[in-house]
C-alpha cells in the first residue's frame, strides 16, 4: 500500500530533483539587435534547443556593437551579438574579446535583405548624390557605418562631404519620411518593409554586396575572460544556437518563423510574411573577416594586425 510516508518520500525525491535541476541549470544573458540577422537565437529559445542544453537565456536588445561592447565589458550580459567592425575596433582598442558564434554572412541570394534607401523621386543614384546630404547608420565607426562610405567612395562620392547621423534602425523610416534624413541605410525588416512601400521610398543600391559581396556582418561575442571561465556553457550554447540556425535555414517561409520573428521585432505578422530572408551561417570565415580588417585599414579604423584566430572559438569555426 502506497502510506503518507511513502508519498512525502517521493515528493521529497521530486522536490531536490527539481532543485538540482534549476542549481545546474545555466543563465547566459544575451544581447542583441532586434533585426531578422539574430532569428535562430530567438528559434533556438523558442523551440526547447537552449533549454535542452541546460541553458536559460536572457535577451536584452540594443541599438548596435559599438553601444553593446561597453555593457559587454562592464558584465551587464555575458554574449553579445555584435558587427564584425565594431568587435575588431574594440579589439584594437585593447578590448579582450572572443567570437563565440557565427552571426551574419552575406552569401549569394537573388533577394537583398538591407541596402541604402532614400524618399522616392530626390535623385540619389550615387555616392556622388549624397555629398552635402545625411545618412543614416545605427551607429558610427560599425559595419553600417563603414560600408556605407566605402560604398560612396566606390561609387563616385567624397563620404568626408556627408554627415552621418546616429538613427536606431526602428526608427530610420519615420526619420526618411520626416526629411530629418536623406538616405539610410537599413536592413531587414525595415529595409523590406520601406521598399515595398513605392510610393514613398526607393532602393538605392546595396553596399556590403557591391563592396565586399561575401562580407562576414556579425556574430556573437563575449569576453575573453568570461570565455576562458565558461568553455562548457559556450560549447553548450553554440551547440544550441546552431541548431536554431539548421531550423531557421530549412523553413524561412514557415508560419512559425514568422510568428518568431514578429515576436522579438514587435513587427506585424502580416508584414514579416512579405520579408525576403536570407539563410545565416553556422561557422565564422575568418577569410571574410579578414578582408573587412583589410577595409578598416584602408579607412583609417585600425593601425594593426588583429591576430583573428586567437580571438576565435574553436567551436565557431568548425
Do not use: C
Not at 14 to 20: G, S
Request: hydrophobic residues 45%; aromatic residues 10%; without cysteine.
Amino acid at each position: 500500500m502506497f502510506s503518507m510516508r511513502n508519498l512525502s518520500r517521493v515528493l521529497l525525491t521530486a522536490a531536490f530533483a527539481a532543485l538540482a535541476t534549476a542549481a545546474s541549470a545555466q543563465t547566459v544573458r544575451v544581447n542583441y539587435i532586434p533585426i531578422t540577422d539574430v532569428t535562430p537565437l530567438f528559434v533556438a529559445i523558442d523551440k526547447g534547443y537552449f533549454k535542452d542544453e541546460g541553458l536559460t537565456i536572457v535577451p536584452t536588445p540594443s541599438t548596435g556593437g559599438a553601444a553593446g561592447v561597453p555593457g559587454l565589458m562592464a558584465g551587464a550580459f555575458d554574449v553579445m551579438y555584435g558587427n564584425v567592425v565594431s568587435t575588431m575596433l574594440a579589439q584594437q582598442q585593447g578590448f579582450k574579446l572572443e567570437v563565440v558564434s557565427a552571426g551574419t554572412k552575406q552569401f549569394d541570394n537573388p533577394a537583398n535583405t538591407n541596402g541604402m534607401v532614400a524618399r522616392k523621386g530626390e535623385g540619389i543614384r550615387t555616392g556622388k548624390d549624397l555629398e552635402g546630404k545625411t545618412v543614416a547608420v545605427n551607429t558610427r565607426n560599425g559595419i553600417i557605418w563603414l560600408f556605407a562610405r566605402a560604398w560612396i567612395a566606390k561609387s563616385g562620392g567624397d563620404a568626408t562631404k556627408v554627415t552621418f547621423k546616429e538613427v536606431p534602425f526602428p526608427q530610420m523610416p519615420d526619420a526618411l519620411r520626416g526629411k530629418q534624413i536623406d538616405a539610410a541605410f537599413m536592413v531587414n525588416p525595415f529595409f523590406n518593409a520601406s521598399v515595398t512601400d513605392p510610393n514613398t521610398f526607393e532602393f538605392v543600391a546595396a553596399p556590403y554586396r557591391e563592396v565586399q559581396p561575401d562580407v562576414e556582418v556579425g556574430h556573437y561575442i563575449s569576453t575573453q575572460e568570461y570565455f576562458a571561465k565558461n568553455k562548457e556553457t559556450l560549447a553548450k550554447y553554440n551547440r544550441a544556437f546552431r541548431k536554431g540556425v539548421q531550423w531557421y535555414n530549412a523553413n524561412l517561409k514557415d508560419p512559425d518563423l514568422i510568428r518568431i520573428i514578429s515576436g522579438f521585432t514587435k513587427m506585424q505578422p502580416e508584414l514579416v510574411a512579405k520579408l525576403n530572408l536570407q539563410i545565416l551561417p553556422e561557422i565564422v570565415n575568418l577569410d571574410s573577416v579578414a578582408t573587412t580588417v583589410k577595409l578598416m585599414k584602408d579607412n583609417g579604423l585600425v593601425t594593426s594586425d588583429i591576430d583573428l584566430a586567437a580571438m576565435t572559438a574553436p567551436d565557431a569555426l568548425k
